[in-house]
């Protein structure tokens, strides 16, 4: 059956736009999941494991990590009907070519990730990364779904498709060089691993993002943090500040304690979908929940540690 609605004599309605598996983890960032038999697994809150290949670069597979027209606005019978997905085409290439550099870099034992000419373009691309990944998952979807709840309307997901959107359009042309003072640590697990979820701890984005002035032009007061897992031994703790401009990268070795609390952040976060390389999550009461939950108000000692180390 067709996945639109039929006009006159069976044809479809104009301004149709096609649904398509739209994904809020890109595949390109799968395959660097992989395990040495070339599977990344899945882990849902009653502890069932799925594992699988992710499809190869060009294949039409879908591999984990998507839903069926997340990223289609439907209007009905309007020019406005339209998809983004092609918007995260530029990043979603941009961004793994580093990663796997990253990657070959750490195995090799060299903690000289970038040259010098290197370094702005690099820690640019991936605090953008960092961005995509952080308005794409559900967890973003599902709390901008309920943004009318205040005002007595119901959950709707066109509003949190919309505001993926929304956001995604002002920060991907965020200039970082102008906003405020942006960190980037590269937090490296030797014994450890990261587990990647459908849900990912950030105060950046979950609240409204305001622009101030400077000189003639306005920039995004961005500030706050989160944690986004990149590689199963590597996640990106991004740290926003009013103080300063421009952005920074640091390599950052943390010990296994430190993963689990990063873990046990992304799972409070994350709602059915836990995915892992090798060392399977041991799962928390939170995310047996089934629900997509939020870090309640007050300070939280491993990021008042990691601020120090940026600071």
């Given at each position: 059956?067709?996945?639109?609605?039929?006009?006159?004599?069976?044809?479809?309605?104009?301004?149709?736009?096609k649904?398509?598996?739209?994904?809020?983890?890109?595949?390109?960032?799968?395959?660097?999941?992989?395990?040495q038999?070339?599977?990344?697994?899945l882990?849902?809150?009653?502890?069932?494991?799925?594992s699988?290949?992710?499809p190869?670069?060009?294949?039409?597979?879908?591999?984990?990590?998507?839903?069926?027209?997340?990223?289609k606005?439907?209007?009905?019978?309007?020019?406005?009907?339209?998809?983004?997905?092609?918007?995260?085409?530029?990043?979603?290439?941009?961004?793994?070519?580093i990663l796997?550099?990253?990657?070959?870099q750490?195995?090799?034992?060299d903690?000289?990730?970038?040259g010098?000419?290197?370094?702005?373009?690099?820690?640019?691309?991936?605090?953008?990364?960092?961005?995509?990944?952080?308005?794409?998952?559900?967890?973003?979807?599902?709390?901008?779904?309920?943004?009318g709840?205040?005002?007595g309307?119901?959950?709707?997901e066109?509003?949190?498709?919309?505001?993926?959107?929304?956001?995604?359009?002002?920060?991907s042309q965020?200039?970082l060089?102008?906003?405020?003072?942006?960190?980037l640590?590269?937090?490296?697990?030797e014994?450890?691993?990261?587990?990647?979820?459908?849900?990912?701890y950030d105060?950046?984005?979950?609240?409204?993002?305001?622009?101030?002035?400077?000189g003639?032009?306005?920039?995004?007061?961005l500030i706050?943090?989160?944690?986004?897992?990149?590689?199963?031994?590597?996640?990106?703790?991004?740290?926003?500040l009013?103080?300063?401009?421009?952005?920074?990268?640091?390599?950052?070795?943390v010990?296994?304690?430190i993963?689990?609390?990063?873990?046990?952040?992304?799972?409070?976060?994350?709602?059915?979908?836990?995915?892992f390389?090798?060392?399977?999550?041991t799962?928390t009461?939170?995310y047996?929940?089934?629900?997509?939950?939020?870090?309640s108000?007050?300070q939280?000692?491993?990021i008042?540690?990691?601020?120090?180390?940026?600071?």
């Open positions: 059956m067709p996945d639109y609605p039929l006009g006159l004599q069976g044809r479809p309605f104009p301004y149709h736009v649904t398509t598996a739209d994904h809020w983890w890109p595949k390109g960032l799968q395959r660097l999941w992989v395990d038999d070339g599977y990344v697994s882990i849902n809150p009653c502890g069932e494991v799925k699988a290949k992710p190869q670069k060009g294949s039409s597979k879908t591999g984990f990590a998507h839903k069926r027209g997340g990223h606005l439907q209007f009905g019978v309007s020019p406005w009907n339209h998809t983004f997905e092609p918007d995260f085409e530029k990043i979603d290439n941009a961004g793994p070519p796997k550099h990253i990657a070959k750490l195995e090799g034992g903690e000289v990730l970038f010098p000419s290197e370094v702005e373009r690099t820690t640019n691309t991936l605090i953008k990364l960092c961005f995509s990944l952080m308005v794409r998952s559900p967890a973003f979807r599902y709390l901008y779904s309920r943004s709840e205040l005002f309307l119901g959950y709707n066109e509003t949190g498709k919309a505001n993926i959107q929304q956001f995604w359009s002002f920060a965020i200039d060089k102008k906003c405020n003072s942006g960190n640590l590269l937090l490296h697990a014994n450890s691993e990261f587990c990647f979820g459908d849900g990912l105060t950046i984005f979950s609240r409204p993002v305001s622009w101030r002035p400077q003639m032009h306005w920039v995004a007061d706050g943090d989160a944690f986004i897992p990149l590689l199963p031994n590597v996640c990106a703790y991004l740290y926003f009013r103080g300063g401009f421009g952005s920074k990268i640091q390599l950052f070795p010990t296994s304690n993963v689990k609390e990063v873990n046990t952040l992304t799972q409070i976060y994350s709602k059915e979908q836990l995915f390389r090798a060392v399977c999550p799962l009461p939170e047996r929940r089934r629900e997509h939950l939020m870090v108000t007050g939280i000692p491993l008042e540690m990691l601020r120090t180390r940026v600071s």
